[in-house]
């Protein structure tokens, strides 16, 4: 019962996943590095972007790894933290809007009544 759900990252797993598909692997490195880099959005920005975007994804390995790097980039603790409620809002605000398809959905079953 003490199994986690969610593997550790270790060197072991990335040198399997390196193996497997090692063209494929240094693409998405460097496809990354170029997102993250600074440029128009600041560096620090694109990792709060980040957290809040691992947040609505769902993705523990993300949410540890961009917010260790938004840290290092130098957001504060009070940015990481309103960057996941930013999250949190709009994956509720999807609920929300999406609403729309029920009630439309619900209208024109009352129409054909």
């Known amino acids: 019962m003490d199994t986690p759900i969610y593997p550790q990252a270790s060197a072991e797993l990335a040198r399997k996943r390196r193996?497997?598909?090692?063209?494929?692997?240094?693409?998405?490195?460097?496809?990354?590095?170029a997102v993250f880099a600074e440029g128009a959005v600041p560096a620090v920005t694109k990792q709060l972007i980040?957290?809040?975007?691992?947040?609505?994804?769902?993705?523990?390995y993300c949410i540890k790894g961009h917010t260790a790097e938004a840290l290092k980039q130098g957001a504060s603790?009070?940015?990481i933290m309103e960057a996941i409620w930013v999250a949190a809002e709009m994956r509720a605000g999807g609920a929300y809007a999406h609403s729309a398809l029920a009630l439309d959905t619900m209208?024109?079953?009352?129409?054909h009544d």
């Open 107 to 111: 209208q024109h079953a009352h129409d």
């Open 50 to 60: 980040a957290v809040a975007v691992a947040h609505v994804t769902q993705c523990l």
């Open 77 to 79: 603790e009070q940015q």
């Open 19 to 33: 193996e497997l598909a090692p063209e494929p692997l240094k693409a998405f490195k460097a496809f990354s590095a």
